[in-house]
């Protein structure tokens, strides 16, 4: 799936699914994020990469989230086992870790999302004009780590057809990449100089020069964002009125809304739905 939308709809978009993840401890809530999240990333990578590269390497930290949790605090009402030390695990301490791990999963699953979509000229046009030296830092970051990513990936290659890597001593293979980084490091002196030079010929840092952007915020723009605003009204106006509104300590209290799910999941789904509208008027 291709996601073609302004800036300011995607920042305020996944902006907004990370701050309701993030400052919520509904179960439901974090499970839909989750779900979500996973759904939307499957779009985007594909369903294989997304259990192999991202839930499965998470899925250990959120146990590890709920042993710690429930192992080393003792607060909540309802005991399951009591330990030898007097403490016990409670059910409280269980759920409340399911909570932080769910809530953990599901905001790094969001960040995965973001960080494929949100590419250097975005960036630039959203902090160009306010903060343009950090704007351009944060640009430049963005293309220089999978870039020195593909030379490591390119030199690797290089010394294994060199036969670098044929013998298996590790004296042998920490030379190979101590080398492999040498190599690596001079490369990243080499291209910062080019970079800093076109720089200079572009005008960089000269008061006149303007910056090109190629988006444009027309009436489909503001239809997309009447869209968010009136789901993130809901789910804002829901959390505010605490019509979905958890507690675990010293008993475990929900209280849930089931219209503030939905607004919920149609603010999640909202790029699959421009997709599916975008696809329907191609035809």
């Not at 709920?66 to 409670?90: K, P, Q, R």
């Not at 301490?93 to 949100?118: D, H, K, T």
């Not at 044929?166 to 080019?194: G, P």
Request: include cysteine.
């Amino acid at each position: 799936m291709k996601i073609k939308l302004h800036p300011i709809i995607l920042i305020l978009y996944f902006g907004s699914m990370l701050t309701f993840t993030m400052c919520t401890l509904h179960i439901y809530m974090l499970i839909i994020s989750l779900c979500l999240g996973m759904v939307f990333l499957s779009c985007l990578v594909g369903v294989k990469k997304v259990a192999k590269h991202y839930l499965l390497p998470i899925f250990p930290l959120f146990l590890l989230i709920v042993f710690v949790n429930g192992a080393f605090n003792h607060y909540g009402e309802t005991s399951l086992y009591m330990m030898d030390n007097g403490n016990s695990i409670t059910l409280e301490c269980i759920l409340f870790g399911l909570v932080m791990g769910c809530m953990v999963m599901a905001s790094l699953l969001w960040l995965a999302s973001f960080n494929i979509i949100i590419k250097s000229d975005d960036v630039l046009y959203l902090t160009g004009k306010i903060l343009p030296s950090i704007s351009l830092v944060i640009s430049m970051s963005l293309r220089f780590i999978p870039l020195y990513k593909k030379n490591y990936r390119e030199i690797k290659k290089s010394s294994k057809l060199l036969g670098a890597y044929n013998d298996k001593r590790k004296i042998s293979r920490i030379k190979t990449a101590y080398n492999n980084f040498s190599i690596l490091f001079s490369r990243c002196l080499e291209e910062s100089v080019e970079t800093a030079s076109s720089m200079q010929n572009r005008g960089f840092g000269v008061r006149s020069r303007t910056m090109y952007h190629n988006f444009h915020f027309g009436i489909r723009e503001i239809r997309q964002l009447l869209y968010l605003l009136i789901f993130i009204g809901i789910v804002f106006a829901g959390y505010f009125k605490g019509l979905c509104y958890a507690n675990y300590n010293p008993a475990v209290e929900i209280r849930s809304n089931v219209f503030i799910f939905v607004a919920f999941i149609l603010l999640g789904i909202f790029p699959i739905v421009v997709n599916v509208f975008e696809r329907k008027r191609g035809m």
